[in-house]
């Protein structure tokens, strides 16, 4: 079982643009949560999806967007980049328990 | 609203001495309480949890918490230190979901740096 897995896992973008992350689920788990974690911060929940649909969400602006594809895996897209969304993003799979996270891309915005 | 407050930023100790992580916790609910350790460069991996069973909880590599609900406290120990322990420790309660069956959004504490000095 290959775990988390998240692509990729360093990019550097520029102001105003835009990025998507990629995450592949544990084998068989069907809900995705993504993560924002700043630098000597503790990660905070950005929004979480459940048979392809957005199920929570965190306090992050409409800026992030995420899609679940039929198969678990997931996307975070982020428009306008703003130097403060430089963050390790991660991805945490779960099956009704135990969240199991991904190394994590670590996103820097120049 | 759920919340956790890790008491110490950073903490070092020598190695073969005992560990202390404090963490207390603000829940309206019946809280489901982790720990969750992460080294550099790499992803968080679970210690243990509480999901109101034992109030002691043992979970890997030697550590364990006790909730102590009239302290709202979940405090990770271990024994003795060993270097490989040195690594970034999160408290973090989860909130709960509305949906059965599905883990609900976690809610990490800021982080305790665990340095141990040889």
């Known amino acids: 079982d290959a775990g988390v897995t998240q692509s990729p896992t360093h990019l550097i973008k520029t102001r105003g643009q835009q990025v998507t992350l990629r995450c592949s689920p544990k084998s068989g788990h069907d809900t995705v949560s993504w993560y924002q974690q700043a630098l000597g911060q503790g990660p905070q929940f950005i929004f979480q999806?459940?048979?392809?649909?957005?199920?929570q969400r965190g306090n992050f602006p409409d800026r992030f967007s995420g899609h679940q594809f039929p198969n678990y895996s997931s996307e975070l897209n982020v428009n306008a980049l703003l130097l403060g969304d430089s963050a390790l993003y991660l991805c945490a799979s779960s099956l009704g328990g135990e969240a199991f996270f991904g190394q994590g891309t670590r996103l820097t915005v120049v | 609203a759920q919340s956790v407050t890790q008491l110490d930023s950073h903490v070092s100790v020598s190695e073969g001495t005992p560990v202390l992580l404090r963490c207390n916790y603000s829940?309206?609910?019946?809280?489901?309480l982790f720990w969750y350790v992460q080294h550099p460069n790499k992803g968080l991996q679970l210690l243990l949890k509480y999901t109101s069973a034992a109030t002691l909880v043992k979970g890997i590599n030697g550590f364990e918490a006790e909730f102590k609900k009239s302290e709202t406290s979940f405090h990770l120990t271990k024994p003795s230190a060993h270097m490989s322990d040195a690594a970034e420790y999160f408290c973090?309660?989860?909130?709960?979901?509305?949906?059965?069956?599905?883990?609900?959004?976690?809610?990490f504490g800021q982080g305790t740096t665990l340095q141990v000095k040889p």
């Open positions: 829940s309206s609910y019946s809280p489901s």
């Open positions: 999806y459940y048979e392809e649909e957005e199920r």
């Open positions: 973090v309660v989860s909130d709960p979901t509305l949906f059965s069956g599905n883990t609900g959004k976690l809610i």
